[in-house]
């Protein structure tokens, strides 16, 4: 079974926890929690009944910042053909990261069950990432 989607948007990294230091609890960050959220809300728009994947997994992921205004029109094609790369947060490891946390106990049972992963961070003309989940 292959679980393929998109979510529009601004792409946004796991945020550290934080410390209330006034009661000593950790919490989750505000913007991962409603992140994490949209993730799943674009998921289970597109696959309204899910069946959790069991097997071994591999995951895809494709991160596409807009090219900024101020970027000359010679680059704008290098970017498009994907001959420069973003190298700008968030960090491949923070988007990674809020995919599969937000995934888990949804498209599969625990994380734990991918074996294998490919990301990727490239220019398009809006922000958006795409998610691909599949057994093999």
């Not at 900024?68 to 029109?73: G, I, L, S, V």
């Not at 010679?74 to 491949?92: A, C, G, R, Y």
């Not at 599969?100 to 991918?114: H, V």
């Amino acid at each position: 079974m292959i679980y393929e989607f998109e979510v529009p948007g601004k792409v946004i990294g796991k945020g550290r926890p934080r410390l209330n230091t006034y009661t000593g609890v950790v919490y989750t960050p505000t913007k991962t929690k409603d992140y994490e959220t949209l993730i799943e809300q674009y998921f289970l728009l597109k696959y309204p009944k899910i069946k959790m994947l069991e097997g071994r997994i591999k995951v895809s992921i494709i991160a596409y910042f807009s090219i900024p205004k101020a970027t000359k029109k010679e680059d704008i094609n290098e970017m498009l053909q994907n001959n420069i790369s973003p190298t700008k947060k968030p960090d491949i490891d923070n988007i990674v990261k809020i995919i599969l946390d937000s995934m888990n106990k949804f498209a599969f049972k625990d994380d734990i069950q991918i074996t294998k992963l490919e990301v990727e961070k490239k220019y398009a003309m809006e922000d958006k990432i795409y998610i691909k989940i599949e057994e093999y």
